[in-house]
Nanobody, 121 residues
Framework: QEQFVYSGGGLVQPGGSLRLSCVASGFTFNNYLFSWVRQAPGKGLEWVSTMNWRSTTQTYTDSVNGRFTISRDNAKSTLYLQMSGLKPEDTAVYYC??????????????WGQGTQVTVSS
């Protein structure tokens, strides 16, 4: 029953911004770390960011650090990823996942379809 519903993806020009949202169900949302993971065309999964349940720990992969901001609203069981200064290499399908970096190396069915981000001029 665990699943995510995504929104916010789309086509954006380089340097633009997007805010991704992921609404979780089937979780005790407040008790878990959640991460954003992405998969670019023809490439494997790449961990992007993780936030803990109290929003006191935020970590990012080096390639997005300073451009992306992870946040969460526990009352709404929602995870967000604010992306700015987008680059073509950010083009990927973005997924939510429960857990930290070490927990998201293998795609799980409950991640769902993700949301497509395309950065192109």
């Amino acid at each position: 029953q665990e699943q995510f519903v995504y929104s916010g993806g789309g086509l954006v020009q380089p340097g633009g911004s997007l805010r991704l949202s992921c609404v979780a169900s089937g979780f005790t949302f407040n008790n878990y770390l959640f991460s954003w993971v992405r998969q670019a065309p023809g490439k494997g999964l790449e961990w992007v960011s993780t936030m803990n349940w109290r929003s006191t720990t935020q970590t990012y992969t080096d390639s997005v650090n300073g451009r992306f901001t992870i946040s969460r609203d526990n009352a709404k069981s929602t995870l967000y990823l604010q992306m700015s200064g987008l680059k073509p290499e950010d083009t990927a399908v973005y997924y939510c996942a429960r857990g930290s970096r070490v927990d998201v190396s293998i795609r799980e069915p409950y991640w769902g379809q993700g949301t497509q981000v395309t950065v192109s001029s």
